[in-house]
């Protein structure tokens, strides 16, 4: 189980700015939990605090995965652990293609010395038949990551990342923005997918869009950096009926 | 008798994991003759009796060593201070007969090459090696193949005597001693290195190395190569360099000369990675001809300082240049590179393209010079600089220099200079990579493009000893 248990967050400029109040939810392996809530509530905030970026300190309260704290350990090796953020806006790696990022990865979790080595051709199959399963073409896997990648593109290879290296938690930002419905369906059927095999899901979105094809076991409601309702998917339908309106916050599209 | 050679599986050398396992510490080797203290007229006619040379040799040496004396220091050169040269040795030649078998090389020398899998790659890869020990060439084959087409793969001491026309016309004619005083030094003293000769048409097939190892402290190598491509000839040299961690610095003033006649293509690849004791101090030009082709790619990735500008005068209608450039510092090192371009003929182009990354406290620096005479019609000239700075500590600078006299010709020069994010370094961590692996992961992607057409076992090791540099946060020299 991933857990979050009353934690607050602050992030680093100035001063130390509260983000975060006292945030508590869970995934259970291969449950999808969907964290929703308007622009700016601190959906994003949330996830990048769970992976452990630098800029954002813990205050109070504890990340823990399958019972162990990892709160105080830095993002890489939460991910060796089996936590995987799939960003809502992937930054551009120039110089470092697709391919050689998951090599390295792959090799990371097996402890080998070499990272660029290619010990077995079947990792590059299963890229191959991975990357075409989110609808992306093998040549893809050649180009630097998200370099000149559209906004689709970014996040079918940012699914596509997390089907190879199989985490056991995934953190899923905003996973369907910029997609036409074909494109959202798509992702969808892989995250059931990805559930089904047993890995938790934690999804963060604003729109319940892609709640129609992603059932959640639970529904988090965040406002202001607080969690304020909790429920099942008929929660995500009242959201999608009346936005945010019962949370006191009122958004113009 | 028939031993076999005990060579490092190049898998063994991927298994490395720390730099300081690959290079090693320097280790006693029996020399022979070793030459120290001022430079003077003596100890020039003394390496010049050692190689039994003509006097026209001892002459060029000895104009060589007066322009030294009279030539002042380069000012824009900064680091140079750090050499003593009265401290250092001017010969040192290890007590080894030259073979054409590794088996009949000491042991001790032996392990240089072997360490770094250079006879596996030799026996599957390249049409001939020259292997250079401190001032002298220990081991010298060239596959026969080539013998039948003419080709000629010597020690260049070994050309002096064979043929000295050759050596006569091009020996430092291309790179002149009396550019600045350090190709004078090198002229005066040089020893060791390799003479290519390839014949007019003839293609060869797989590359040529000449690789180049410093064994001790305070030694100066002075080797020199130089490469004659007849008329539509093709010929790829490789040159490597390396060094154990020494205890104290050594010093390389090399000199690379290249000739293309009309229509020959001369590609010459360097990866230098000596270790962090090494002052590298580079001399490399080529000349090419009408319609001929020199393409320079270096990566420079070990060195406590390197000097290295490739160069390349187009000479004839329609010659072309490229020019690669990748330098890394990586630490508390300078990294001076660059490349000059002189176009003194029609339809002439050049691209010159530099990259330099920036870790650990290092300082990259570009300095470059296009050059469009007047009357070289038509001609195009291409400069791109990208500067890499991985952390606060590090800083790049580039000058560039343009000097156009040809009113027909295009000169284009674009640069930009990035820097290493935290957004960029968390999201290869959100992957499992931490900090030191998402470099080198980053400059193993700046190095692809002379890494392309390299042997793959080349490119494993080389993409190893990134990653060794890099996964040292901090630790490295």
């Known amino acids: 189980m991933l857990e979050v248990k009353d934690l607050s967050v602050g992030i680093k400029a100035d001063r130390i700015k509260n983000i975060l109040y006292n945030v508590s939810l869970t995934v259970e392996p291969g449950e999808v939990h969907a964290i929703m809530g308007p622009n700016g509530s601190g959906k994003t905030s949330l996830l990048y605090s769970i992976m452990g970026h630098p800029r954002y300190v813990i205050l109070k309260g504890q990340v823990l995965l399958d019972g162990e704290d990892i709160t105080g350990l830095p993002p890489e090796e939460r991910s060796l652990k089996g936590l995987m953020l799939s960003f809502q806006h992937p930054v551009e790696v120039e110089g470092v293609r697709l391919s050689t990022l998951l090599i390295a990865a792959w090799n990371k979790r097996r402890g080998e010395a070499d990272l660029l080595k290619i010990g077995d051709a079947r990792m590059l199959r299963d890229m191959r038949q991975l990357a075409s399963r989110v609808g992306l073409k093998p040549e893809f896997l050649r180009r630097d990551v998200n370099v000149g990648f559209s906004g689709g593109e970014r996040k079918r290879s940012e699914l596509f990342q997390a089907l190879f290296l199989r985490p056991k938690y995934m953190l899923l930002d905003e996973p369907d923005t910029g997609l036409d419905i074909d494109g959202v369906k798509l992702i969808a059927e892989n995250i059931s997918r990805i559930a089904e095999d047993g890995v938790g899901v934690l999804l963060v979105t604003h729109y319940a869009r892609i709640l129609n094809y992603v059932r959640p076991d639970k529904v988090s409601v965040i406002v202001n950096g607080r969690i304020v309702d909790t429920g099942g998917p008929e929660l995500a339908e009242r959201i999608d009926r009346e936005g945010y309106k019962s949370y006191g916050v009122i958004e113009v599209d | ?477």
């Open chain 2, 1 to 477: 008798m028939t031993e076999a050679v005990k060579t490092t599986d190049i898998e063994e050398i991927l298994k490395y994991t720390s730099v300081d396992e690959l290079y090693g510490w320097e280790w006693e080797y029996a020399k022979e003759i070793e030459i120290r203290g001022r430079i003077t007229r003596d100890i020039i006619e003394e390496i010049s009796r050692v190689k039994k040379e003509p006097d026209w040799m001892l002459r060029l040496r000895l104009r060589a060593l007066d322009l030294f004396y009279r030539l002042p220091m380069p000012r824009w050169l900064t680091g140079i201070e750090e050499i003593d040269l009265e401290e250092l040795a001017a010969y040192v030649k290890p007590k080894a007969e030259r073979t054409e078998e590794w088996t009949d090389l000491p042991e001790e020398i032996r392990k240089a090459y072997e360490k770094l899998g250079i006879p596996e790659i030799e026996a599957r890869f390249l049409s001939g090696l020259t292997a250079v020990y401190g001032s002298e060439t220990v081991y010298s084959k060239m596959k026969e193949k080539l013998e039948e087409q003419g080709v000629i793969i010597m020690p260049i001491e070994d050309a002096v005597q064979k043929y000295p026309d050759l050596i006569k016309r091009y020996f430092a004619r291309i790179f002149p001693p009396s550019d600045h005083k350090f190709a004078a030094l090198h002229v005066a003293l040089w020893s060791g290195g390799a003479f290519v000769y390839v014949p007019k048409g003839v293609k060869v097939e797989q590359p040529i190395e000449a690789f180049f190892f410093i064994g001790g402290s305070l030694e100066g190598q002075f080797e020199h190569t130089l490469v004659v491509a007849d008329e539509g000839s093709y010929v790829h040299f490789i040159e490597g360099c390396s060094a154990p961690l020494l205890k104290r610095y050594s010093f390389h003033d090399g000199m690379v000369e290249l000739y293309a006649a009309r229509n020959a293509h001369i590609k010459f690849t360097t990866l230098q990675n000596w270790s962090r004791d090494i002052i590298n101090f580079n001399n490399k030009r080529g000349i090419a001809k009408e319609g001929a082709v020199i393409e320079w790619t270096e990566g420079s990735i070990g060195s406590k300082i390197t000097y290295t500008y490739p160069s390349t005068i187009l000479a004839g209608r329609g010659a072309k240049t490229s020019n690669i450039v990748i330098g890394i510092a990586n630490g508390p090192y300078l990294k001076d590179t660059g490349s000059k371009v002189i176009h003194a003929a029609p339809e002439t182009a050049s691209r010159i393209v530099s990259k330099s990354i920036s870790n650990n406290g290092g300082i990259s620096v570009y300095r470059g010079l296009v050059r469009i005479n007047k009357g070289a019609y038509n001609s195009i000239a291409n400069v791109e600089c990208d500067s890499l700075i991985l952390d606060e500590s590090s800083l790049a600078y580039t000058y560039p220099h343009n000097q156009v006299e040809e009113p027909t010709a295009t000169v284009s020069h674009e640069a930009k200079t990035g820097r290493l994010s935290e957004e960029q370094l968390f999201y290869m961590a959100s992957r499992g990579l931490d900090e030191g692996e998402a470099k080198s992961l980053i400059v193993i992607g700046m190095l692809k493009e002379i890494l392309s057409d390299l042997p793959l076992e080349f490119v494993s090791i080389l993409n190893r000893v990134i990653q060794l540099e890099f996964s040292e946060v901090g630790g490295v020299g």
